[in-house]
T-cell receptor
Framework: TQLLEQSPQFLSIQEGENLTVYCNSSSVFSSLQWYRQEPGEGPVLLVTVVTGGEVKKLKRLTFQFGDARKDSSLHITAAQPGDTGLYLCAYSGNTPLVFGKGTRLSVIA | EPEVTQTPSHQVTQMGQEVILRCVPISNHLYFYWYRQILGQKVEFLVSFYNNEISEKSEIFDDQFSVERPDGSNFTLKIRSTKLEDSAMYFC?????????????FGPGTRLTVT
C-alpha cells in the first residue's frame, strides 16, 4: 500500500494570506483526489487530478499534479476563514481509496 | 445536488450490543463503501459493495461486520457485538464507477459511541 505524506500537518494563517499544502509519495499515482473535511462531517471532494503536470482551479484553490504523478499540491490564494478545515489527499489505484493524514488549516480573521 | 445521507447522526450503544448504521447513496451510483475514522486518525476503508455483494474488504472488516442493501435505496452496516474500539465516525460513500480516477461522494457520517 502506498503511503501518502501530507505536509504541513498543521497550518495557522491570517485571513488574506496565501498558502500551499503538499501531498507526496514515493510511488506513482494513477490519480489523486483532494477532499476537505470539517469537524463532525464527511470528506467533501474538491478535485480529481489524473494527468501528470495537470493544473486545476476551483475559485481561489489551485491544484497541481506533479509531472511524475508522485506528488500534488494545493495552493489557496487570499485565504478566508471559511477555508478552515482538514485538507485530505487520497488515491485509488488498484486498491480502495487511501487517505493521507491531512493538513489541518486554520484561517484567522 | 444529489447527496449521500446517513442515519442516525449519532448512536450511543453499550458494549456487546448490535448496531445498524444506515446510508442512502446517490441514486444512480453503483458502488458503495463504508469507511471509519477514529477520533484524530485517518479515514480508513472498511468495505466496498457492488452488484449486491462485497467486492473488497479491509482487515478491519472482520466477522463482526456485515453490509447489506436490503432494498433499492438503503445500504447498511451492521456491527454484531460492538466493542469499545468500534467507537468512531462511520462514513458511507458511493460512486458511479470503481477505480481509475472515479470520484466517491461521502455522507455526513454517523458518530458511534460504544460505552
Amino acid at each position: 500500500t502506498q503511503l501518502l505524506e501530507q505536509s504541513p500537518q498543521f497550518l495557522s494563517i491570517q485571513e488574506g494570506e496565501n498558502l500551499t499544502v503538499y501531498c507526496n509519495s514515493s510511488s506513482v499515482f494513477s490519480s489523486l483526489q483532494w477532499y476537505r473535511q470539517e469537524p463532525g462531517e464527511g470528506p467533501v471532494l474538491l478535485v480529481t487530478v489524473v494527468t501528470g503536470g495537470e493544473v486545476k482551479k476551483l475559485k481561489r484553490l489551485t491544484f497541481q499534479f506533479g509531472d511524475a504523478r508522485k506528488d500534488s499540491s494545493l495552493h489557496i490564494t487570499a485565504a478566508q476563514p471559511g477555508d478552515t478545515g482538514l485538507y485530505l489527499c487520497a488515491y485509488s489505484g488498484n486498491t480502495p481509496l487511501v487517505f493521507g493524514k491531512g493538513t489541518r488549516l486554520s484561517v484567522i480573521a | 445536488e444529489p447527496e449521500v445521507t446517513q442515519t442516525p447522526s449519532h448512536q450511543v450503544t453499550q458494549m456487546g450490543q448490535e448496531v445498524i448504521l444506515r446510508c442512502v447513496p446517490i441514486s444512480n451510483h453503483l458502488y458503495f463503501y463504508w469507511y471509519r475514522q477514529i477520533l484524530g486518525q485517518k479515514v480508513e476503508f472498511l468495505v466496498s459493495f457492488y452488484n449486491n455483494e462485497i467486492s473488497e474488504k479491509s482487515e478491519i472488516f472482520d466477522d463482526q461486520f456485515s453490509v447489506e442493501r436490503p432494498d433499492g435505496s438503503n445500504f447498511t452496516l451492521k456491527i454484531r457485538s460492538t466493542k469499545l474500539e468500534d467507537s468512531a465516525m462511520y462514513f458511507c460513500a458511493s460512486s458511479l464507477r470503481d477505480r481509475g480516477g472515479y470520484e466517491q461522494y461521502f455522507g455526513p457520517g454517523t458518530r458511534l459511541t460504544v460505552t
